[in-house]
């Protein structure tokens, strides 16, 4: 079965340093993995996904994570954090067993201080 | 854009109350999703639809039931309330089975006393 461990449950960076949410996977199948972000009060929005192509993907606001598949790990990076990145940030994966349902993980609050 | 709307952004039920969550999705998505989510526990899906009429079960149904008539509108009942079910409630839809993005929209914070 699939399952998703995101490794910090609390992150916290200065303005301007790099960020790293760290997250691996357990898969029986060519995994489909993602990164979501949920900002205080508001939904989940999709930050980045890989699919079996390209192995570093790059997504909105500057993040890309890179899949690892000897590693079994989708971290998430950002060489230079900003204040509205504060946010909650899970990672994904999809179960291809049926329907693909997305199993995540417990998440990360990213706390960024000036 | 796609927009995914939920009915109530905070609920406040007494326990034992029937209480109905709704979701509307102005996209045609096939598929439809419920979610709870607990702090330390991310997202856990209840149930989910991938058609007009159709559902499934999924992690955690135990004490919710919901109900897809139209394709865009997909309901969460929770038939008696109980207080382990306050929680975030977040709705979701995609266009269908494949590896597609799935829309969330702002999630219902659901109390019960």
């Known amino acids: 079965a699939q399952s998703v461990t995101q490794l910090d449950s609390h992150v916290s960076v200065s303005e301007g340093t790099p960020v790293l949410l760290r997250c691996n996977y357990s898969?029986?199948?060519?995994?489909?993995l993602f990164w979501y972000v949920q900002h205080p009060n508001k939904g989940l929005q999709l930050l980045l996904k890989y699919t079996s192509a390209a192995t570093l993907v790059k997504g909105i606001n500057g993040f890309e994570a890179e899949f690892k598949k000897s590693e079994t790990s989708f971290h998430l990076t950002k060489p230079s954090a900003h204040m509205s990145d504060a946010a909650e940030y899970f990672c994904v994966v999809s179960d291809r067993g049926g329907y693909n349902k997305l199993i995540f993980g417990a998440g990360t609050r990213l706390a960024v201080h000036p | 854009d796609v927009k995914v709307t939920q009915s109530s952004r905070y609920l406040v039920k007494r326990t034992g109350e029937k209480v109905f969550l709704e979701c509307v999705q102005d996209m045609d998505h096939e598929n439809m999703f419920w979610y709870r989510q607990d702090p330390g526990l991310g997202l856990r899906l209840i149930y989910f639809s991938y058609d007009v009429k159709m559902k499934e079960k999924g992690d955690i149904p135990e004490g919710y039931s919901v109900s897809r008539e139209k394709k865009e509108r997909f309901s969460l009942i929770l038939e008696s309330a109980s207080t382990n079910q306050t929680s975030m409630y977040l709705c979701a839809s995609r266009v269908s089975t494949g590896n597609y993005e799935q829309y969330f929209g702002p999630g219902t914070r659901l109390t019960v006393t």
């Open positions: 898969s029986s199948y060519s995994p489909s």
